[in-house]
């Protein structure tokens, strides 16, 4: 059994990208490993944000993951925010880090393009972000991370510095690997499917929210870009973006893109989004429905109270740890 841990931002409503690509897995992954699954508020403000907004978006993104299939019987949840130490060791890992890994984060630029194109300011935190994201990791020892593709170089820079920690100070921290799902790692854009689908995308027929009601569902789908061709056909390279709605369809039915191919053979597209529309839908709306029940319910407060009491236990022998062999504080 190994250890896993991973985190979704609460910057507003999540994808089925953020579904397909990390929740989905994650729920397969508790029954065979101990897990830790966190809502990372300190990395959402690294972006501005609305004080209430950002209160409603953490409860709600922790009722998500309860409403997706995360058993608090058998994995932790929690707010990254209440363990302190993930802060402290941010800290300390910043100190180890270089300007120049870190400038070279394609995430970075990307969002702080987007920042300036917006007139907005780009805080130090967005350019420090992988490294909060490293403490995360390497602060309970763990041996797995489930994310999508974009998060890749992040987790290249978290071993860098758990690597560079336990040369210079002497072994302290598991190096992580990365896991990546074969299939739905990058969910793309439904109009620019050379682009990957995200929750920032000004363009809302770009994305298919888990809070979109079914008919919008069915509408962003029946429109979503495909070609010219007329086959049902897997071509991630040529043909984007019917490819990108097979793997959709393929992630959530457990069907093989082979046997979709097949199935659809001699149909045209119209035939396919409709179908792919319905599952879907019959995948998000029961999600939706236990999201509003579980919050009507409070019982979201007491999962994180016992996440995060959980979590401390094992974060604070940790930094204890990783102070001692800085050298910080007086010794006792
Ligand atoms: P975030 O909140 O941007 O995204 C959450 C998860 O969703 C995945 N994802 C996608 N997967 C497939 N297709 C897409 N179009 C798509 N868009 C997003 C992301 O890869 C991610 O797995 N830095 C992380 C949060 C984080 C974290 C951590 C993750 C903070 N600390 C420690 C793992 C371990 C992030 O911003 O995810």
Known sequence: MARILSGIQPSGVLTLGNYIGALKNFVKLQNEHECLFMVVDLHAITVPQDRLALRKNIKELAALYVACGIDPQKSILFVQSEVPAHAELSWILTCNASMGELSRMTQ???KSAKQESVGGHISAGLFSYPVLMAADVILYDVDMVPVGDDQKQHMELTRDLAERFNARFGETFKVPEVYIPEQGARIMSLQEPEKKMSKSDDNSKNIILLTDPPNTIRKKIKSAITDSETTIAYDPV???GISNLLEIY??????PID???TKYEGKGYGDFK???AEVVVAEIEPIQQRQQEILASGEIDDILDAGRDAAMKMAVRKI???KHKVGLGRKR
């Open 108 to 110: 970075f630029k990307d």
């Open 238 to 240: 040529n043909r984007k």
């Open 250 to 255: 393929a992630v959530i039915t457990g069907e």
């Open 259 to 261: 046997a979709l191919v």
């Open 274 to 276: 409709s179908d792919l």
């Open 320 to 322: 204890s740890k990783v």
